[in-house]
């Protein structure tokens, strides 16, 4: 039998000719990675520990486990060379049995690993709009196997693959399972595939491997199963493998070698009039995406914290997650199988397109695929997220075109899929590859307004009857300090938020053919690069902060349209000091009727679904409660102030929006209230546009550097702005703005 001994902890450290004692996961990103500039630490490191001489019995084999690495990893073994592995979100494996020293009395072995993070052509990914941690932050385990052995060297895979396949009132359970060793199995050797359901077996079948290579496929079947229905009931069952050795005349049996993986029975299907079925039955896919790294502590993430993610997202009611923009733990996707979520899993193959990273994508999908392959959950490979920003060539068609044969060449029953950028030409042949398709919209934060979402929408639909469409990114950014009564555009408010996935809420609820859609993202992350609602290096789209300590008030909102728990929430507590003289008060409930007190008298009783606005006369000090029922309660207090409370406005935003009240603009010339595109269809309208966001692009950092829009692409986004929100979004500077206004009073119309 197997045995597995953790290797994560008393590793020695060095970064820049410093060393220290570190357990894992470990990354040395947790707080450059995070702090804004983009110049958190790129480059090498260097992990040992001591290996202790594991008990051997003779032919037993000796392997290393790491199941993350970030982002490529050397690893030597007593000064030999093992193994280089390109890709920081997946596992691998290596022998290490010849170079070990297994006698005690020779001294220890040591396992040393070099990381690296710095930048190259070639692993992806190299650029994004998230932070690329370095270091050891998944377990590294040691597994010691007999000479032969379920295989471990199969692309950091299970060396196991179980299909399930729905007929009615039947499944067939198709188990293939690769054997390792230095000779074929031996006669008198056997596998045992033996299917469990909760207390007994359900299915059993033997297989003897006399005569057999490497290589058996054992066919199973469960009559009646119990299947995995999502988050009603995520039933799993598990299949374990056994090889066996058959004792000649006393037909003892010893258990050589054994692996146990949990899978679902379900089946599905993408309907591009009525969106997603599971088992026959409609099953819209309304979730979220998640990044796995959190506040001071990058991604090297503990069991809790990855039990935490998943318990914030049950809880706000999602029955979907888009794993973005990697291979996440494998824990997780145990998670996701166990809690009833339906995954769109992914490989980072993101953002750019390198000429010389296509073997890399193509290495990324292979493992993705044979690590996870048995998880009930995952329905959907993604390919590739946004590749076409720097266009959309011979080379990246071509490379997105591999992706979707080797995924349904490897796993013929799921469905792959991309998440194109918004600006993506509706022709294009990139709409062609995957089975399904989606795309990241930003109507209403980046540009446009909320309705462009509602209208790019029934426009694709009457361009594309026929094509399964869905919405694989949006959100708007909400930092909790920013308040305000009057929400805009930009202004990073938790309002404004709230009130862009009202109407995206809206928006789906009237597209029942969209089918998946995922808000980005559950979950503040860390962006190093931005520097953004006055937060440097992070990206404050979640509707949980980076720290997962607070709810903001978009994610009430969510759960009143997704869960069943009861509640009643008064949105905008945080937005405590109100000048207004009359404010309203939004409650966010899956309650059908809501009653408002103040001071311990009823106010209002009202009757609606989801969203109950109440305006109210604002007196000194209101002592708020909403009640539905009996015990279904929230409370807040809002005070009445004489002027608005400037803590609550952001600074920036509050400076540059003020710049120009004192300044006589000339109607008959360009100003700040017209358009973009009414600008640049002027020739010295478009060469001031043209100098003014070349000096944009020049300051921008890290991942915002990395966007190669084309001039065209960039106003496909931009002609409704007006040129005082291109001003304001641009982040320019108030004496700079003042001087292009001047230029700008110069054109006339
Ligand atoms: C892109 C990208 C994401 C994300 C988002 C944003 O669409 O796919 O990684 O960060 O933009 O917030 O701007």
């Keep these: 039998m197997r045995s597995v001994i953790s290797l994560n902890r008393d590793w020695t450290f060095y970064k820049e000719g410093v060393s220290e004692r570190v357990n894992l996961p470990h990354t040395w990103n947790a707080l450059d990675g995070q702090d804004g500039g983009d110049d958190y630490y790129r480059g090498c490191c260097y992990y040992e520990r001591e290996l202790e001489c594991p008990v051997l019995k003779a032919g037993d084999q000796v392997w290393l486990e790491f199941l993350g690495v970030s982002a490529t990893a050397e690893v030597s073994v007593n000064g030999h060379f093992v193994g280089r592995h390109e890709g920081g979100y997946s596992a691998f494996r290596y022998n290490i049995t010849g170079v070990l020293k297994v006698h005690p009395d020779q001294e220890k072995n040591t396992l040393e690993v070099v990381v690296d993070n710095s930048a190259n052509d070639r692993v992806y990914p190299q650029k994004a709009d998230f932070t690329f941690y370095g270091g050891i932050y998944r377990d590294v385990n040691l597994i010691i196997v007999p000479e032969t052995h379920i295989a471990l060297d199969l692309w950091g895979g299970p060396g196991v693959k179980v299909t399930p396949r729905l007929t009615k009132g039947h499944a067939d359970i198709l188990t293939e399972v690769w054997l390792e060793g230095r000779d074929n199995p031996k006669d008198g050797q056997a596998l045992e595939v033996t299917i469990w359901g909760d207390h007994e077996a359900v299915s059993r079948k033997r297989m003897s491997l006399t005569g057999v290579s490497r290589e058996a496929v054992l066919e199973l079947a469960i009559e009646n199963p119990h299947l995995w229905q999502g988050r009603e009931d995520p039933y799993l069952y598990t299949a374990r493998v056994r090889l066996l050795e058959i004792g000649g005349k006393t037909g003892d049996e010893a258990v050589i070698d054994q692996v146990s993986l949990r899978f679902g029975c379900r089946s599905f299907h993408v309907d591009p009039d009525k969106g997603f079925f599971l088992n026959g039955k409609s099953y819209p896919l309304r979730g979220v995406s998640r990044h796995q790294d959190r506040e001071g502590v990058g991604c090297a993430l503990t069991r809790e914290m990855h039990k935490e993610d998943m318990e914030l997202i049950a809880e706000v009611g999602a029955n979907s997650i888009r794993l973005a923009h990697y291979q996440h733990d494998p824990y997780f996707y145990d998670l996701c199988d166990e809690y009833g979520m339906v995954v769109w899993a992914e490989i980072?193959?993101?953002?750019?397109?390198?000429?010389?990273?296509?073997?890399?994508?193509?290495?990324?999908?292979?493992?993705?695929?044979?690590?996870?392959?048995?998880?009930?959950?995952?329905?959907?490979?993604?390919?590739?997220?946004?590749?076409?920003?720097?266009?959309?060539?011979?080379?990246?068609?071509?490379?997105?075109?591999?992706?979707?044969?080797?995924?349904?060449?490897?796993?013929?029953?799921?469905?792959?899929?991309?998440?194109?950028?918004?600006?993506?030409?509706?022709?294009?042949?990139?709409?062609?590859?995957?089975?399904?398709?989606?795309?990241?919209?930003?109507?209403?934060?980046?540009?446009?307004?909320?309705?462009?979402?509602?209208?790019?929408?029934?426009?694709?639909?009457?361009?594309?009857?026929?094509?399964?469409?869905?919405?694989?990114?949006?959100?708007?950014?909400?930092?909790?300090?920013?308040?305000?009564?009057?929400?805009?555009?930009?202004?990073?408010?938790?309002?404004?938020?709230?009130?862009?996935?009202?109407?995206?809420?809206?928006?789906?609820?009237?597209?029942?053919?969209?089918?998946?859609?995922?808000?980005?993202?559950?979950?503040?992350?860390?962006?190093?690069?931005?520097?953004?609602?006055?937060?440097k290096g992070r990206n404050n789209k979640g509707l949980v902060t980076f720290d997962r300590k607070q709810r903001k008030d978009a994610f009430y909102l969510y759960k009143a349209c997704w869960s069943k728990e009861p509640f009643v929430y008064i949105a905008g507590k945080r937005y405590q000091n109100r000048a207004e003289k009359t404010t309203v008060i939004t409650v966010y409930t899956n309650q059908e009727q809501v009653e408002l007190y103040r001071a311990g008298k009823l106010e209002e009783r009202?009757?609606?679904?989801?969203?109950?606005?109440?305006?109210?006369?604002?007196?000194?000090?209101?002592?708020?409660?909403?009640?539905?029922?009996?015990?279904?309660?929230?409370?807040?207090?809002?005070?009445?102030?004489?002027?608005?409370?400037?803590?609550?406005?952001?600074?920036?935003?509050?400076?540059?929006?003020?710049?120009?009240?004192?300044?006589?603009?000339?109607?008959?010339?360009?100003g700040l209230e017209d358009r973009v595109g009414e600008l640049v269809e002027n020739p010295e309208g478009l060469a001031v546009f043209r100098e003014f966001m070349a000096v944009y692009d020049s300051r921008k950092q890290g991942a915002a550097a990395a966007s190669h829009m084309t001039e065209e692409q960039r106003l496909k986004t931009m002609r409704s702005m007006s040129l005082k929100e291109l001003i304001k979004r641009t982040n320019t500077p108030p004496e700079e703005a003042r001087e292009w206004l001047a230029r700008l009073q110069k054109i006339k119309k």
């Design 606 to 670: 009202q009757r609606g679904s989801r969203v109950f606005r109440f305006s109210l006369d604002m007196e000194q000090e209101n002592a708020i409660m909403v009640k539905s029922g009996k015990d279904i309660q929230d409370t807040a207090i809002f005070y009445k102030a004489r002027t608005p409370d400037p803590s609550y406005m952001l600074p920036v935003l509050g400076e540059v929006a003020n710049w120009f009240e004192d300044i006589v603009v000339k109607d008959d010339c360009f």
């Design 348 to 535: 980072p193959y993101i953002t750019m397109h390198m000429e010389g990273g296509r073997e890399n994508t193509l290495f990324q999908l292979r493992e993705l695929i044979l690590q996870n392959h048995h998880h009930a959950g995952i329905c959907f490979w993604g390919i590739s997220n946004e590749v076409t920003v720097g266009g959309v060539t011979e080379s990246v068609l071509e490379n997105n075109r591999a992706l979707h044969a080797l995924a349904k060449e490897m796993d013929p029953g799921r469905l792959t899929t991309m998440a194109c950028a918004f600006m993506l030409d509706e022709n294009s042949p990139m709409l062609r590859i995957t089975d399904v398709l989606a795309y990241n919209h930003y109507f209403g934060w980046y540009s446009g307004e909320l309705e462009d979402n509602d209208a790019w929408f029934d426009e694709f639909r009457q361009k594309h009857p026929g094509m399964a469409v869905g919405l694989s990114e949006y959100g708007a950014e909400a930092v909790l300090k920013w308040q305000t009564g009057k929400p805009e555009r930009g202004d990073y408010t938790e309002q404004y938020q709230a009130l862009y996935h009202e109407h995206m809420l809206q928006m789906i609820r009237e597209r029942p053919y969209l089918w998946c859609t995922y808000v980005w993202n559950m979950f503040d992350f860390a962006a190093d690069g931005r520097d953004e609602g006055g937060v």
